[in-house]
């Protein structure tokens, strides 16, 4: 950043009178601040990093304090970046307005497979932290385990199942595997079945994975009982909402059995609860459902494969929820490594389940070749339907289709401003954008003006609290 760049970021901060998601405010007019260790381990762990802004005086209504000593202050913030893991290299930036010194230093995101960045005095749990609004909070652990399994590429789909053995796996679906993965491979056709086991990650040590219990399992649900799918068909846009004759649920089914077994079953399951048309084409009579099968196969098919397999997510089954006006698909665990939402598609992923993946493509049940979201976008807008949602919130993944065009979002900023000139929920903003998913209207439409200070939180301490209400900053 140049000292002009700086001075006009200054200028900003005036007018919004706000930190946000990647900009912190110092005062430092009398010392350097202590401890700054949650602020520098946040914005290292973001993808964008962040900006700390010193001589300011944040409690004070942003008054221009300036600094203390523009040279001591630097050395002293890089003595705080170098006890951080890894060690933090800001770029400072020093500039001088109405005769005070304010200093700028710009915190870069690091690699995700050096994530996260902590603190050493208190450790990886304790020392790691997340940007949250404009608060640093604690990363979970699941959190700090995601990175982990990505740097040090945990293959969690095959680890040990130790309670299982070669009983718990049904012969015939083995055999046909092995018959198939011989096929193309003579080396491979040379060595025994165990060999190829060990090999094939189907078992290690002699002991089965949990790729080959949920792929080749008699009941892979007696081994891990919320590795399924959930499915569920609600009268209403909301859980919770109920039909005419008082049911919360048109449908509830458990979903279980190997990969292969609960992709089918979870297809029959949204053909079975979706409206079917019959329309002519070519004078041949053919049923068009309300979403296309080939787009909800490929979002229940990632979540089966992709989803995390590790001990913090065994507990939690895949969500197949079905709304009056959409279809949802959520699995446990964020998108994995590097990968963005706005890169679905476009870029070759991290694979976080490569055995598991592997298996459904030798099957015929996959192509891997990182087809599944483009085929997605292709059916739906085939379909005349909009475009499908994809929601990352860290420890889980969402896929929503909608069933019909909806109105535009009132997604403007004058029109959100003006609505919360009166404090509101983050229901009521969902309401008055039109939206029917409350996170994603909050996380795509209203925290950006949070982040350019134009709309401001009730506790700014607690950006998660239910109580929370958002309302524009008043001039």
């Known amino acids: 950043m140049t000292e002009f760049e700086f001075l ?3 200028d900003k901060i005036q007018a919004q009178r706000a930190e946000s998601g990647r900009l912190e405010i110092k ?3 009398s010392g350097t601040p202590e401890k700054m260790y949650d602020t520098l381990s946040s914005f290292s762990n973001r993808d964008d990093g962040g900006i700390i802004v010193f001589g300011l005086d944040e409690r004070n209504d942003f008054d221009e304090v300036g600094v203390y000593d523009a040279q001591d202050l630097q050395k002293k913030v890089v003595e705080q970046c170098d006890q951080m893991e890894p060690k933090v290299r800001p770029l400072f930036t020093v500039a001088t307005k109405d005769g005070k010194t304010f200093v700028a230093a710009e915190i870069p995101g690091i690699d995700v497979s050096e994530r996260p960045c902590y603190y050493r005095g208190t450790g990886r749990m304790k020392g790691s932290y997340v940007r949250v609004g404009d608060a640093d909070e604690h990363m979970t652990e699941y959190e700090i385990y995601s990175y982990e399994a990505f740097r040090k590429k945990y293959q969690d789909d095959v680890r040990k199942v130790d309670r299982a053995t070669m009983s718990a796996l049904d012969a015939a679906l083995l055999h046909e595997y092995l018959l198939v993965i011989k096929r193309d491979r003579p080396n491979l056709a040379a060595l025994s079945e165990e060999q190829i086991c060990e ?3 189907v078992t290690k040590d002699g002991v089965p994975t949990l790729f080959a219990v949920m792929m080749f ?6 081994y891990f009982p919320q590795l399924c799918v959930t499915a569920i068909s609600v009268p209403g846009e909301k859980i919770g909402e109920v039909g005419a004759e008082g049911d919360r649920f048109l449908d509830n089914k458990r979903i279980e059995g190997t990969l292969p077994q609960m992709l089918d079953d979870a297809l029959a399951f949204a053909r079975k609860n979706m409206k079917v048309k019959t329309i002519i084409v070519d004078g041949k009579r053919v049923d068009k459902t309300e979403y296309p099968m080939t787009a909800v196969r490929e979002a229940v ?3 089966l494969v992709h989803r995390d397999y590790s001990v913090h997510t065994e507990g939690k089954p895949i969500q197949l929820v079905m709304y009056s006006d959409r279809l949802e698909v959520i699995s446990p665990g964020g998108l994995y490594g590097r990968l963005r939402v706005d890169q679905l598609g476009k870029v070759q992923p991290d694979t976080r389940n490569p055995a598991l993946a592997v298996a459904m493509e030798n099957l015929k049940q996959t192509e891997n070749r990182y087809s599944g ?10 379909a005349g339907l909009p475009a499908p949602e994809f929601e990352d919130r860290h420890d889980a993944f969402c896929v929503r289709f909608f069933n019909r065009a909806e109105v535009k979002p009132k997604s403007d900023a004058s029109g959100l401003l003006e609505f919360c000139e009166i404090p509101r929920t983050r229901q009521e903003i969902a309401d008055f954008l039109g939206i029917k998913t409350v996170s994603f209207a909050i996380k795509t439409y209203l925290m950006p003006l949070v982040e350019q200070g134009l709309i401001l939180l009730s506790f700014p301490d ?9 309302m524009t900053k008043r001039n």
């Open 8 to 10: 006009q970021l200054l």
């Open 27 to 29: 005062a430092a007019h």
């Open 199 to 201: 090999l094939m990650s």
């Open 217 to 222: 399992g008699s009941y892979p649900q007696a």
């Open 301 to 303: 098919l990632n979540a």
């Open 373 to 382: 979201i483009p085929t997605i976008y292709r059916e739906m807008q085939a």
């Open 462 to 470: 607690k950006p998660q609290s239910r109580n929370q209400r958002f």
